[in-house]
Nanobody, 122 residues
Framework: VQLVESGGGSVQAGGSLRLSCGASGSIYGDACMAWFRQAPGKEREGVAAIARGGSTTYLDSVKGRFTISVDNADKTLYLQMNDLKLEDTAMYYC??????????????????WGHGTQVTVS
């Protein structure tokens, strides 16, 4: 499985971006997919995750602003980001795991990772 992110860019505070993550290969079974981010000098943190059954979980600081969704037909994961803040600036990564008993934002749970897309809020 290969994951490729797109949709990052520069935006002013209060603006919106939609990130996409295309998956080649098959993600099947009890899979989970997630978005993580890492800012310079900080640890990678989970932003949002979604299980195949539709359960979601979000980082507290993005609740109400970000929405994770997945299109199983074209195997694409999305992250709609609204009302962006300066502190949302980071490299955003897509991640996936085939066996996911509980949707989680713990990075150690995820096996497949993309190379990231940069989001800069000014």
């Amino acid at each position: 499985v290969q994951l490729v992110e797109s949709g990052g860019g520069s935006v002013q505070a209060g603006g919106s971006l939609r990130l996409s993550c295309g998956a080649s290969g098959s993600i099947y079974g009890d899979a989970c997919m997630a978005w993580f981010r890492q800012a310079p000098g900080k640890e990678r943190e989970g932003v949002a995750a979604i299980a195949r059954g539709g359960s979601t979980t979000y980082l507290d600081s993005v609740k109400g602003r970000f929405t994770i969704s997945v299109d199983n037909a074209d195997k694409t994961l999305y992250l709609q980001m609204n009302d962006l803040k300066l502190e949302d600036t980071a490299m955003y990564y897509c991640a996936a795991v085939r066996a996911c008993p509980t949707v989680s934002l713990q990075p150690d749970m995820y096996y497949y990772w993309g190379h990231g897309t940069q989001v800069t809020v000014s």
